[in-house]
């Protein structure tokens, strides 16, 4: 028995229709459907027409992703971040993509949980993408960064955001968080607190190191001691803040303003502080920091520092691309800053704004700034 012909394409059909389907129905290859479809110069008119007629007489949608990685590119940036919840990372994917989007990239979005296992099979698997670029903010486990070295070893842009690989060859983009660890402390300064507590987090983390530069930088600046008694560590969850906040006020002089250094922990300090019968502000005033959605219908709200998230991830998609289009060509690595912005609220806000002199120039430190 003759093998059975294979139908044509219907165009009524929903199924896709492929570059094989019209090669078959038009009774010539695959190279000259492509070739056609791109407007090569090696396919005449009258072919091209004939392609083009059939090919939307079917609506047919070229594979580009499969097209891109027979080439060894994509138009696709791999995203590795910790986790997707609450503000941040959310409003800065949300950034990565509409600046991503704006210059004709996809992107694949990818969590690491906070376990940089997770974190290199990540790598990988965006590697496995043939991805043109990859966005990386760190786990809170990484403390080794070889597996970076991969992804530089295959010639592939890389930029780091929020968490970041510290060193002059990387290229990242940051919020200031020291400016924002001192603009927070001297928020407090300023509505007279005297002993201000620093609810800090993981010190190997770049975020929480400078937030914690920036509180002992506004203290030193008021003339008063640092007290390692007032800084307390955790992983900055609500009730580790809760926790810390119990073992602050069991101290013989609690303090009277504390800076916690990101919102949940500073959430968990507030509660804490209303368990014990406190007023917030009147007796301890609170101050956190990320603008978490939460901060604005606690009671009071809090006091937080904005991270201009989607700023954060447009921004590096800049960097990135221009690292893309450098293609090999000597690229020096930059670290772009962004100024951070207090937001003051009921947490802290308990005296009229005194005159304080005037703030630091926060520009002089940054490598690069995004206004």
């Known amino acids: 028995m003759a093998p059975r012909k ?12 492929s570059m094989a389907d019209l090669a078959r129905e038009l009774g010539v290859s695959m190279t000259t459907i492509s070739r056609a479809l791109s407007d090569h110069h090696s396919i005449g008119p009258a072919m091209k027409q004939k392609v083009l007629k059939l090919a939307k007489k079917y609506n047919y949608q ?3 992703l499969a097209s891109a990685l027979r080439k060894g590119k994509s138009q696709l940036l791999g995203i590795v971040v910790p986790y997707i919840e609450g503000r941040f990372f959310p409003s800065v994917v949300h950034g990565i993509e509409t600046a991503a989007s704006r210059a004709g990239y996809n992107v694949i979005i990818c969590q690491s949980n906070e376990d940089v296992a997770q974190e290199r099979r990540n790598l990988d698997i965006l590697l496995s993408a043939q991805v043109a670029g990859i966005l990386v903010s760190l786990s809170r486990t990484t403390l080794d960064f070889r597996h970076f070295e991969k992804v530089r070893g295959r010639g592939l842009p890389l930029v780091f955001f929020d968490r970041i690989v510290e060193g002059d060859n990387v290229n990242a983009v940051v919020l200031d968080d020291q400016e924002g660890g001192y603009v927070s402390t001297r928020h407090l300064l300023n509505q007279g607190c005297r002993r201000i ?3 800090a987090g993981p010190q190997h983390l770049n975020i929480y190191k400078n937030r914690r530069q920036g509180y002992l930088d506004a203290l030193r600046e008021a003339g008063l001691p640092e007290d390692e008694s007032l800084i307390l560590y955790s992983d900055m969850a609500q009730d580790q803040g809760a926790e810390g906040m119990r073992q602050l006020l069991a101290l013989p002089t609690p303090p009277d ?3 916690a250094a990101g919102d949940y922990c500073a959430l968990g300090a507030l509660q804490e502080a209303h368990r014990q019968g406190l007023r917030v502000p009147e007796d301890v005033a609170i101050s956190g920091f990320s603008n978490e959605t939460f901060t604005v219908i606690t009671q009071p709200p809090i006091t937080t ?40 609220r009921g947490s802290s806000d308990r005296l009229p704004p005194a005159p304080a002199g005037p703030l630091r120039d926060p520009s002089a430190k940054f490598i690069g700034t995004v206004a």
């Open 6 to 17: 294979k139908q044509a394409p219907d165009s009524t059909t929903t199924s896709p229709v």
């Open 62 to 64: 070229p594979n580009r």
């Open 197 to 199: 507590a620093h609810l």
């Open 257 to 259: 303003g504390v800076f």
């Open 305 to 344: 520092i904005d991270q201009r998230c989607e700023e954060m991830g447009q921004a590096a998609v800049r960097l990135l691309l221009e690292l893309i289009e450098a293609d090999g060509r000597p690229f020096t690595p930059r670290q772009v800053a962004l100024r951070p912005e207090l937001l003051v």
